[in-house]
DNA sequence: GTCTATACACCGATAGAC
DNA sequence: GTCTATCGGTGTATAGAC
C-alpha cells in the first residue's frame, strides 16, 4: 500500500500495539486487534515480526524506553530543596502521571509481569536500566540537595524502585490518591533519613 | 460422572484453576485447561459456573483469602522482640514464602491486575479485607512490642501493603533475594520508626 | 445431573496472487 | 514488497443424548 521503510513501519505497529494493550489489555492485543489499530492488512504484521512473541519482546523495550524518558523529563524540572520535600516532589510529579493516564501504566504492569513469567532475562535487563536511570537520579538529586547518601546509592536505586512499583500496583488498584500522597510522605521521610549533610565538595 | 455436590465441584474447579495459573499463567488458563487439570469433562465447569468471567471472579475471591490465611498464620510464630526486629523477621517470612512459591504469587498478581482492569469494584473489596487483616496485625505487634504507633494503624496498613506489592514485584522481576534482604532493613527501619514507647496500658 | 458432540468466533501464521 | 484468502488450531459456550 504505502511502501513504508522497514523501520517506520516497525515503530507504528508497536505504538499501535501500546494503545490496544492499553485500552483494551494485553490478552486483548491479538495480532489482528493490533494491525487494525495500525490500518495495516493483517499480513503486514509478519513481515516485520516473525511472530506475536516477538512483537511483545520489542513492546517490553519500548514501554521500559518511554517510563526511563518519562523519569528523565521529570528530574529535568526539579526545583533544588531539601532533600525531602525533592522526593517528595519527585514521587508526586511521579503520581500525578499515573493519574493522568492509568492504563498506560496497567500496560507497563501487563507487559512486565508478562515478562517474568515467559522472558525472565529480558525483564531483567529491562529493570537493570531502570536501576541505571534511578541510581544517577539519587546521585543528581543529592547533589542539588547539599547532601550525602550514607548507603550506597545502587542499594537505595532498588528500594525506590520496588516502592514506586509497590505505589504504582496499590494505586491502581484502589485508585485512592488521598492515601497514595501520605504514603508519598512516609516514603519521603524515610529515604531522607538515609542522607547526611555533604561535608565536602572536591 | 461422579454425582459431587455443588459447591464441592466447584472446589475441585477452582483449585485446579489455581494451578493452572500458577504453572502455565492467566492466559493459559482456558476453561479447557481447567477442565483437564481437573479431570473432569468440558460440560461440567458450564453448570456451576456461568462462564469463565464468573470463575475469575471467583477466583480472585479465593486467592486473596489464602493470602489472608498465609498472612494470619505467619503471625502465630511471631517472636516478641523490639518493633525493628519484629517488621524484619514477618517481613523476611514473606519473603521465604515467595522464594519457595513464585509462581503462586505470580499468579495473585495476574489475577489482581487482570481484575484493576476488568472489575475494579471487586478487586478493591478484596484490598479492603488485606487492609483490614494488616491493620490488626499491626496492632497486634505493635501490643507485643509495647509500643504505639504514631500514625493511624490504618494509614500505616495501606503502606505497608504497598511496600509489600512493590517487594513482590521487584523480586519476582529480579530474583534478586540479597537486594530484597536490603530492602527489608531499611523497610524495616521506616516502619520502626512510626513507633514510640507505650507509655500507659488502659 | 452428567457428558459428548458440535457450533461458531477468533487465534497466529502462511501460501500465493499481484 | 504488499495484500488477500485461507489453513489448522483453539477459544467459549451450548444442544441434545443418556
Given amino acids: ?120 532475562e529480558l525483564v531483567a535487563e529491562q529493570w537493570a536500566i531502570y536501576h541505571e536511570v534511578t541510581a544517577e537520579a539519587l546521585q543528581a538529586g543529592a547533589r542539588l540537595a547539599g547532601v550525602a547518601w550514607t548507603r550506597p546509592v545502587d542499594e537505595i536505586a532498588k528500594s525506590l524502585i520496588s516502592v514506586l512499583d509497590g505505589l504504582t500496583l496499590t494505586w491502581l488498584t484502589t485508585r485512592d490518591s488521598e492515601s497514595a500522597r501520605r504514603h508519598i510522605e512516609l516514603l519521603a521521610g524515610a529515604f531522607a533519613a538515609l542522607t547526611e549533610p555533604a561535608d565536602n565538595q572536591p
Same sequence: chains 1, 2.
Fill in 1 to 120: 500500500m504505502r511502501r513504508l521503510p522497514f523501520d517506520q513501519r516497525r515503530a507504528e505497529i508497536i505504538s499501535a500495539a501500546v494503545r490496544v494493550i492499553a485500552r483494551d489489555g494485553l490478552s486483548a492485543a491479538s495480532v489482528r486487534a493490533i494491525v487494525a489499530e495500525a490500518d495495516m492488512p493483517l499480513g503486514a504484521l509478519h513481515y516485520v515480526f516473525e511472530s506475536r512473541d516477538e512483537l511483545l519482546r520489542e513492546l517490553i523495550v519500548e514501554v521500559a524506553n518511554r517510563e526511563r524518558v518519562a523519569v528523565l523529563s521529570t528530574l529535568e524540572d526539579l526545583p533544588a530543596a531539601g532533600v525531602q520535600e525533592m522526593i517528595r516532589q519527585a514521587l508526586g510529579t511521579y503520581l500525578r502521571l499515573l493519574e493522568e493516564d492509568p492504563e498506560q501504566e496497567l500496560a507497563v504492569l501487563e507487559l512486565s509481569l508478562h515478562g517474568a513469567r515467559h522472558d525472565r
